[in-house]
């Protein structure tokens, strides 16, 4: 283990709801969510569900690690031959559970995301890979460098692999943030049959 890694806290199922909380607060100004919950009171009490799959399956088969015991921010990395999780496995680890308390409105309304960023996914990366599924900082938190100490123990722990690294963002701002730490642009699209934007990153291993 590399010594940026040893200097976060890896999270355990234990930590989960926490966790959720957190990327919760986060993505309230997220276009997905405000796609999906346009009502401010609605998006602030239900973002936090989203997350409790996305929490669930990386802990059980990636590494999820946060900046300290005090959650000011959390990053879900899904190692090669994990990446693509099927519809049915999502809806066993959480899936169903948010979908009772978010309400099938908000999942209908996210189907057609869905439906396009795991079949991009699979065709823009299709070799073995890391998937950064998710990393959110506390909005309190951000801008004081919890989010780079996040990427950056990763990213050398999967330079050290000789790996690439995907992953997707809805914000311009965002993807030039990546673009930072070597991503590269590989799809840009407004989503079908929504207004979102999407941005498909590639982060090419340094060390090839
Ligand atoms: C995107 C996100 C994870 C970045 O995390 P962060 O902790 O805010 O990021 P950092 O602090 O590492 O860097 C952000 C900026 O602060 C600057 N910064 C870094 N360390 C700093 C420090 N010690 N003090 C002040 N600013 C600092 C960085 O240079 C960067 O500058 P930039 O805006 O010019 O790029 C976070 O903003 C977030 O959770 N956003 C909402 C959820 C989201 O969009 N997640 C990503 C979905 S793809």
Redesign the pocket.
């Known amino acids: 283990m590399n010594d940026e890694l040893k200097n976060l806290f890896r999270l355990t199922k234990k930590h989960i709801k926490q966790a959720c909380k957190v990327s919760g607060r986060?993505?309230q100004?997220?276009p997905v969510t405000k796609y999906m919950f346009p009502d401010e009171i609605e998006r602030r009490e239900k973002v936090l569900y989203g997350f409790v799959a996305i929490y669930k399956y990386g802990i059980r088969n990636g590494e999820v690690y946060a900046t300290s015991e005090n959650l000011e921010?959390a990053a879900v990395w899904i190692p090669p031959k994990k990446v693509h999780q099927s519809m049915w496995s999502m809806l066993r680890n959480g899936g169903f559970h948010a979908m009772r308390k978010t309400g099938f409105k908000a999942m209908k309304k996210g189907m057609p995301i869905y439906k396009y960023i795991g079949p991009a996914h699979k065709r823009l990366a299709p070799f073995d890979h890391w998937y950064l599924q998710?990393?959110?900082?506390d909005p309190e938190?951000?801008?004081?460098?919890?989010?780079?100490?996040l990427l950056r123990a990763m990213i050398t722990k999967i330079d050290n692999e000789r790996l690439p690294i995907y992953?997707?963002?809805?914000?311009k701002k965002?993807m030039?943030?990546y673009q930072?730490f070597g991503f590269e642009v590989v799809e840009h699209v407004i989503i079908p049959k929504t207004e979102i934007p999407l941005w498909c990153m590639l982060r090419k291993s340094q060390k090839v």
Do not use: P
């Not at 992953?167 to 914000?171: A, C, G, R, V």
């Open positions: 986060a993505f100004d997220d921010g998710s990393i959110a900082v938190e951000q801008g004081k460098g919890y989010g780079s100490s992953l997707e963002t809805n914000t965002n030039v943030y930072k």
